[in-house]
């Protein structure tokens, strides 16, 4: 059964950073582009950024030029470099296929931009 677990939320000052990793078991890591979702409290969840099988990238405008999405194959995890973070940056993270069908969510990592 597939699983992903994110991990390296926590509470930053605004223009902090943080990097963010989901590991990834099961077949999808090595097949799928994979990409970050963010739902803040109120909020539909939304694709902040994708990578895809040949390593390009795509970003929500709201994020390009201060997010960063990366892989590791061998380690199976896919990372998200956040930089110049903004309060609206609040939410929680999650990890999953850039685009249906989904595999189950993890519980996501909480990120907190505040002062």
């Known amino acids: 059964q597939v699983q992903l677990v994110e991990s390296g939320g926590g509470l930053v000052q605004p223009g902090g950073s943080l990097r963010l990793s989901c590991v990834a078991s099961?077949?999808?890591?090595?097949?799928?582009?994979m990409g970050w979702y963010r739902q803040a409290p109120g909020k539909e969840r939304e694709l902040v950024a994708a990578i895809f099988l040949r390593g390009s990238a795509d970003y929500a405008d709201s994020v390009k030029g201060r997010f960063t999405i990366s892989r590791d194959y061998a380690k199976r995890t896919v990372y998200l470099q956040m930089n110049s973070l903004k309060p609206e940056d609040t939410a929680v993270y999650y990890c999953?296929?850039?685009?249906?069908?989904?595999?189950?969510w993890g519980q996501g990592t909480q990120v907190t931009v505040s002062s």
């Open positions: 099961g077949s999808i890591f090595s097949i799928k582009s």
């Open positions: 999953n296929r850039d685009s249906p069908p989904y595999v189950l």
